[in-house]
């Protein structure tokens, strides 16, 4: 089971990305869903999670300028940002819990980093 995210990319402050990322291999289900970004010397923290139901959870940073949504049939999370602002510059990570055949509790899987630039 993989994890492939796309969308990063350099943006000016104020200005907008969409992030992806979608699941792939054998899923019998995917639990909770979410972005998570590190900045330079900083540690990797939580920016976005959504359940399977939809609830969705941000960080205080992001509240009105982010998005996190989801396509349970095509397993994808999406990360909508706009308003973005020079602090926003990480490396985003998608993460998902999910459930393969065969195996008890669900797996957690998290995707190769994509680098967002927010820079004048």
């Known amino acids: 089971v993989q994890l492939q995210a796309s969308g990063g990319g350099v943006v000016q402050p104020g200005g907008s990305l969409r992030l992806s990322c979608a699941a792939s291999g054998n899923i019998v289900s995917i639990n909770d869903m979410g972005w998570y970004r590190q900045a330079p010397g900083k540690e990797r923290e939580m920016v976005a999670v959504i359940t399977s139901g939809g609830s969705t959870n941000y960080a205080d940073s992001v509240k009105g300028r982010f998005t996190i949504s989801r396509d349970n049939a095509k397993d994808t999370v999406y990360l909508q940002m706009a308003s973005l602002k020079p602090e926003d510059t990480a490396v985003y990570y998608c993460?998902?819990?999910?459930?393969?055949?065969?195996?008890?509790?669900?797996?957690?899987?998290w995707g190769r980093g994509t680098l967002v630039t927010v820079s004048s």
């Open positions: 993460n998902a819990w999910i459930s393969v055949p065969l195996v008890g509790p669900p797996v957690n899987r």
